[in-house]
């Protein structure tokens, strides 16, 4: 039975973009600290799933204590707009390059080639109440559909393009997707905040 450092190089290995050997440098890193540190680090991710919760609105993570985020609350956020990802740190990356001011909506993940089930890895039927919610009440007129550039990011792209097909035409609505300033491979969350810039400014129709 593996002892406890092998347990958190283990937990830490799982984490996205982490590999074994910074996996066991994060547990030498949590022996160099004090009782009372790691105490501290035990009772947040104690607190985690109870304090941070799931916008109802856009389904980012938050921890305002509301049932909605910040975001959705701004009245100052253009709600013409919507710009559609997969997970949260590429929000926060958006977020960081200041030039999006509009509303968004986190997939949850990203559909992957020959996924025989694509509604089962994101949230599509969210994304389709909170389209036909955001026509009726904030006078939605543009979709921005902004996935990573890699095979995975356009599959999910294209079928999202799919399925939002109807509703685009059914209220004539803009389907946009960034401009090339992001490199084939790169990952929204990795990319600097003005590479974001120049994508999303030169997003064209799709």
Same mark, same amino acid.
């Given at each position: 039975? &593996? ?15 982490? +590999? &074994?050997?910074?996996?066991?440098? %994060?547990?030498?890193? @949590? !022996? +160099? ?7 501290? %680090? ?18 980012? %993570? ?17 709600? *013409?707009?919507? @710009?559609?990802? *997969?997970?949260? *740190?590429?929000? *926060?990356? /958006? ?12 997939? +949850?993940?990203?559909?992957? $080639? ?7 890895? /994101?949230? /599509?039927?969210?994304? @389709?109440?909170? $389209? ?10 543009? $979709? /921005?559909?902004?996935?990573?550039? #890699?095979?995975?990011?356009? #599959?999910?792209?294209?079928? @999202? ?20 300033? !992001?490199?084939? +491979? !790169? ?8 590479? $974001? ?10």
């Amino acid at each position: 039975m &593996p002892d406890v450092f092998e347990k958190l190089a283990k937990i830490f290995k799982d984490f996205p973009g982490i +590999g &074994p050997r910074q996996a066991r440098r %994060f547990v030498y890193h @949590l !022996l +160099g600290r004090s009782e009372s540190q790691l105490k501290e %680090f035990s009772d947040l991710v104690g607190e985690l799933k109870k304090l941070v919760k799931t916008c109802s609105l856009c389904c980012r %993570f938050h921890s305002s204590g509301a049932a909605v985020c910040a975001i959705c609350r701004d009245k100052g956020r253009d709600r *013409s707009t919507l @710009l559609v990802i *997969s997970k949260d *740190s590429d929000l *926060s990356a /958006i977020e960081q390059s200041g030039v999006y001011k509009g509303l968004y909506f986190v997939l +949850g993940g990203t559909v992957p $080639i020959l996924e025989k089930e694509p509604e089962r890895k /994101i949230r /599509i039927r969210e994304l @389709l109440a909170q $389209i036909l919610e955001r026509v009726k009440k904030d006078k939605l007129r543009e $979709i /921005i559909i902004s996935m990573n550039v #890699n095979p995975e990011g356009e #599959n999910t792209a294209s079928y @999202l393009r799919s399925r939002l097909e109807k509703l685009v035409k059914e209220h004539s609505l803009k389907l946009a997707a960034p401009g090339r300033g !992001l490199s084939t +491979g !790169l990952e929204l969350e990795y990319s600097d905040p003005e590479t $974001i810039k120049n994508a999303l400014e030169r997003r064209s129709g799709v």
